[in-house]
């Protein structure tokens, strides 16, 4: 039982650089989204999508381009990246009717 | 907006002693209230959650925590704390009405000395 994973899970870039992080869960979850985790802010949500081609944003979503167009993926890409980016970034997910979210175990990013 | 403010980003205590991690929200409506803990370098797990029924919790690890409406509040709680408590505790809200996403608070991180 995956459940849900995230690669990679170390990430280096440098700034001006498009990177994309990877989110996949295996239980069939309407609903998936990515939040940042950064000191002092816990964790804010940059995108989230309540099922297949239905996307909406959080937060703090600029700079941050997401696409779902299956069910179990949520694709998380910068565009171009800048050193505000520098952050660990989580994915999660939840079925519909039911309150809670499951995370990944997280990507860690550094925009050099 | 609903917003969620943790009282202390580091809280220490000795094993064996109580543990009291403080959790306030602010919401126009009753909320759906949770607990998650982030070992190092891990994801988030679910200590616990409040969603409208019995206003004491319990959850993994002999964690509970207490809704207190008239206060706002939702803290976490352990009789006596164990070295493998140490870790990062996350409060969240949501709010069934509107989409149910989360708001997390800013977490607090807690240490057992032995």
């Known amino acids: 039982d995956a459940g849900i994973t995230q690669s990679p899970r170390y990430k280096i870039t440098e700034t001006g650089r498009q990177v994309t992080l990877m989110c996949h869960q295996t239980?069939?979850?309407?609903?998936m989204f990515w939040y940042r985790q950064d000191l002092g802010h816990g964790l804010r949500l940059i995108y989230y999508s309540a099922a297949a081609d239905i996307t909406d944003k959080g937060e703090v979503p600029d700079g941050y381009v997401v696409s779902r167009s299956k069910t179990e993926n949520f694709p998380l890409t910068l565009e171009s990246a800048t050193r505000s980016q520098t952050s660990v970034y989580f994915c999660?997910?939840?079925?519909?009717?039911?309150?809670?979210?499951?995370f990944g175990p997280g990507t860690r990013l550094l925009v050099l | 907006a609903q917003s969620v403010t943790q009282l202390g980003s580091h809280v220490s205590v000795s094993e064996g002693a109580l543990v009291l991690l403080r959790c306030n929200y602010s919401?126009?409506?009753?909320?759906?209230l949770f607990w998650y803990v982030q070992y190092p370098n891990q994801g988030l797990q679910l200590l616990l959650k409040y969603t409208s029924a019995a206003t004491l919790v319990k959850g993994i690890n002999g964690f509970e925590a207490e809704f207190k409406k008239s206060e706002t509040s939702f803290h976490l709680t352990k009789p006596s704390a164990h070295m493998s408590d140490a870790a990062e505790y996350f409060c969240a809200v949501s709010d069934p009405h509107y989409g149910q996403n989360f708001v997390f608070g800013p977490g607090t991180r807690l240490s057992v000395l032995p």
């Open positions: 919401s126009s409506v009753p909320p759906y």
């Open positions: 239980w069939s979850h309407s609903y």
């Open positions: 999660a997910s939840r079925a519909t009717g039911q309150e809670t979210q499951y």
